[in-house]
């Protein structure tokens, strides 16, 4: 397709977008495609309709929430200074809206992202607000790839038209994210190229009555001294907003410190009448204070913070998918120099992903698709092991990575089958941190690639049965048959389709110290859709986005919280091709992610109750600290070996579960027998059937407490089920009874008359690595997601779906906790684990707290033992990453 070609289907598809918004209604795909062909009448469009009608579709279903804060209730702030202004412009707002639109957006996801975008500028100070000085600080929470970007270029849109005169956007540590994040603002917000060399309109400015705003940074140059010191700039010599987008560098934020300081600030170093936006992007990555409180805060931290410092009139908005680290912020941290702290003390607002965002709860939680989309990696340690070092000589890449890009290919060529040729398809490996080994990995997936290539040009247009005679062709008809069979397209068109994909297949490493660059608009601007097979580390680990996802491969030994979901950049939009999309990971990270994943839905969830209950930003980074979780996310590993500390936790809405079982058959008859005893004396009250076992309800805490007492667990999981009773009786008072599940699979062996259950199938269990002698459950988990629904009436299911963020979802287990709101006792027995396992019966119990509780916490003792099993042993170290920029 030509550059003019593209552009005609671009503005049909927002024609198309357009004409379907006025309808009443959601349009089903025959309406859309009638539209399609009725426009492409009246418009002379002779373009594929088939990938345009898809897009169409997604545009017209994709819905976004609200969202949900948390504001200092006790700040003097009115938020609703937004709507009292009416002298408030436009411009900057409407012009950004516009471009969305013509971009394909449909125009109710625009007027909601509108809607919030305003919502969070109300966070923020009015800058025509009286007062000599104010300084705000706040978190956006959003989601891995879900259209943060395109959050705050809305709030940079709005920040611009209330008065805002300076804005930075910090974006992330990497010259490729810059220069990424700069292209997206040179065409949302300032409307002109910002290549030297074709500074051309575009995007916004394509309107001539565009007021553009100043830049002094361009896809090539950061913030630096040369900058600063050329034409001697004062902030006020300009009538229109300056936007700088600038890296989190420590030298990149001096200079422009300097400059402030010499050519803008007043005597005593400050500037008093220039409203300022702080957008700090990555928030949780480089900009936090990781020294301890009596030391000086880290270089990078104090420069934002001094920056910050100079102007009468700022406001800090830090973006974070992974907001773990910023509300570990000690809010009450105060250095001369540095001042305020970044803690979101003002507010923390947490953005609902949009119905359409392909993300962790698909990947990982919907237990239907995370079958069709996960593949365990068991082969990579034998020839790219965890623990390896930069100058090992890599032999051989593992067969799974093989079959990885098998499914690249296949996956490709069915999107061009689709129409969806001139769209970016990408596969993404990220199995080292050092340089040397990502080139390795590149000269063998070269050397493999050119094989491939060899193979199909020689036999996609021969008959089927000969061109299967060749290896290469086989293994690609295997992935399809595995994978993709059920994809609406046969293997005969697959194999036709093939040559296809090698017309504009690349193969880049993306890292600091590369010269490939993987410049997706170079190849839009020649009208193409480029096929990339990108292979890095943190670069491909921090904002970077990858277009076009569609196969990851990841094998990597971190379990740090924002370092492992960071990683996942297979999350984001996926129209036309999530059924074509597979994420390859190891098995611990599977269950990590997935650990994760959950974890993240309850905080988020969190966030709306505490909200509800009128707390604040600083309640809710209390409440986080004594979170179970805290432990692993303040790396807890740096503890000595055989070393304990006592720490006060919080199991408020939270599960916790036997997920890592003794595998001594005594134990477990020992523990069927307890079952067997408390379940005869119905738990002190009448057992009701569930379909799915049996409920006994108002069961006194003290029985579920002597229950767990006798119930005996692998003996590294005890401090744990004791924190767990401990915490059990700290509630008591607020809740004396709870219910108790007895899940049971009626064709499994149950039989009530001899009280036992009928186990449950967990074939997927594997003995733990580093005790040999327990079973470790997949994912982590004992119940089964929507276990914790059982006993519920209708009513409070009905409740339960109301509470979901994501409307027409089903609810998680967080959510029919949230109705409860009483302790819950599941009682299960596993059967067949692992592999090789015949007839065994484990018995396992999960305790389900409720919410509400903040400010409860219990005494939990730890020591290397206990975090050896919950991390694995896992020791890659992010500061370790070679491809930082210098």
Known sequence: MSDRGARDEKNFKSALITALSLADGIPDREEVEQKAAGLAAVFGYQGDLSSVVEEALIAVVTRMGEGISLVDVEAEHDQEWVHKRTDLPTTYSDAYEDFLKSEGWHPAVVQS???????????????????TTWKRRGLVIGHVQSGKTANYMGLIAKAQDAGYKFIVVIAGIHNNLRKQTQERIDEAIIGRSSDPEKREPLGVGLSPSYPHPVTFTTIYDDFGKATSARGGWKLNDFSRPIVLVIKKNVSTLDSLHKWLKELNARGDGQIADVPMLLIDDEADNASINTNKPDLDPTRTNSMIRQILGMFDKSCYVGYTATPFANIFINHDAYDDKAREELFPRDFIYSLDAPNTYFGPDKVFLDEQSSERILETIDDCEDYIPFSHKRDDQIAELPPSLYRALHQFIVARAIRNIRGQSEKHCSMMINVSRFVPIQKSIRDHVSVYEKKLREAVKANYAMPEKTALGNEYMRALKNAFDADYDNCSCTWSEVQKALWSVFKNLRTYVVNSKSDDVLDYKKFEREGKGLTAIAIGGLSLSR?????????????????????LM??????????????????????????????????????????????QDGLSPRQFGLYVRAHPDSLLITAMNKMRSGEKRTVNQSFSGKLVESYVLPRDKDINAANERVIANFWRNGFGSSTEPTGKGWIIRDVPVGTIEDFLNRFRTFEAFTERKSAAINYLRAISEAHPVGDVLLISIRANGEDAAEYRLGSQDRSSARPDKHFPSAWRLSKD????????????SEDQRAVAVGLAEDKGKQPSDS??????NRPLLMVHVLGTMGKDS???????????????????????????????????????DPDQEEDYDE
Not at 781 to 792: H, N, P, Y
Not at 853 to 866: A, I, L, Q, S
């Open 113 to 131: 992202l509108s809607d919030v975008g305003t919502k969070i500028l109300g966070h923020l100070q009015d800058p025509e607000s009286e007062g």
């Open 543 to 563: 904002g970077l986005t990858v277009e076009g996802l569609t196969i990851s491969y990841m094998y990597r030994n971190t379990k740090m919280y924002d370092t």
């Open 566 to 611: 960071q990683m996942g950049r297979w999350f984001g939009y996926r129209p036309g091709y999530e059924d074509l999309c597979r994420v390859h990971l190891s098995r611990d990270s599977i269950d990590w992610y997935s650990y994760i994943a959950e974890s993240a839905d309850e905080l988020r969830q969190q966030i709306r109750r505490m909200r």
């Open 781 to 792: 988990r004992v119940a089964s997601r929507g276990d914790e629904k059982l006993g519920l």
């Open 815 to 820: 959510h029919y906790r949230e109705v409860r």
């Open 838 to 876: 015949q007839d065994i019966r484990v018995p396992a119990f999960g305790i389900s707290f409720p919410g509400g509780h903040y400010g409860m916490e219990v005494p939990v003792v730890v020591n290397k033992v206990w975090l050896d099993l919950m991390e694995g042993g896992f020791a890659d």
